[in-house]
C-alpha cells in the first residue's frame, strides 16, 4: 500500500528517486502512464494489469471510454527501478505533466502520482479550501 507525501527532485536526465519505503514494492518493475489533473501515474506490474484489464473491458463503442482508454493505456510505459532506486520519466509523460526539476511523489492506495511541484501546491491549496464540501458528499465512504 502506497501513502504518503514526497519531495524529490528529477535529473538532467529524467530520472526520478522513488521514496524508500515504496522501493520493494516496485523492484520487479512499474508501468508509468498519463494520469488525471496533468499528474502521472506510477503502477506496480501487478495493480496496472488489473486496471489496464478493467479499461480494455470497456465499451470502446463509446467515445469517452475510448479518450480514456486511449488517455491510460496508449500513454504508457514500463519503467525499471535501477540500482539507485530511481526510474526514469519519459520525455513526452515530463512534458505531459509539465515537471520540472522539482516534483513531488504521493502515495495514493494502488498507485503513486508524481506531480510538479507547483501544480501539487495549486491542487492541493484548492482540494484543501474546499474539503468539508468534498467530506459531506462522500459521507457514507468516510
Known amino acids: 500500500m502506497f501513502i504518503g507525501e514526497f519531495h524529490h527532485t528529477l535529473d538532467d536526465k529524467g530520472r ?25 501515474f506510477l503502477y506496480t506490474k501487478e495493480a496496472w494489469d488489473k486496471l489496464a484489464s478493467k479499461i480494455a473491458a470497456l465499451p470502446f463503442s463509446q467515445a469517452d471510454t475510448r479518450a480514456f482508454a486511449r488517455l491510460m493505456l496508449a500513454g504508457a510505459m514500463d519503467v525499471e527501478v535501477d540500482k539507485s532506486g530511481r526510474v526514469t520519466v519519459p520525455e513526452y509523460l515530463r512534458e505531459y505533466a509539465g515537471l520540472s526539476k522539482d516534483v513531488v511523489v504521493t502515495g495514493l492506495y494502488d498507485r503513486l502520482e508524481v506531480w ?7 491542487y492541493s491549496a484548492k482540494t484543501e479550501g474546499s474539503s468539508n464540501e468534498i467530506a459531506e458528499r462522500l459521507g457514507t465512504v468516510i
Open 16 to 40: 526520478l528517486a522513488i521514496p524508500v519505503k515504496f522501493r520493494a514494492d516496485l523492484a520487479q518493475g512499474a508501468v508509468v502512464t498519463r494520469g488525471l489533473d496533468r499528474s502521472l
Open 116 to 122: 510538479d511541484e507547483t501544480a501539487w501546491k495549486e
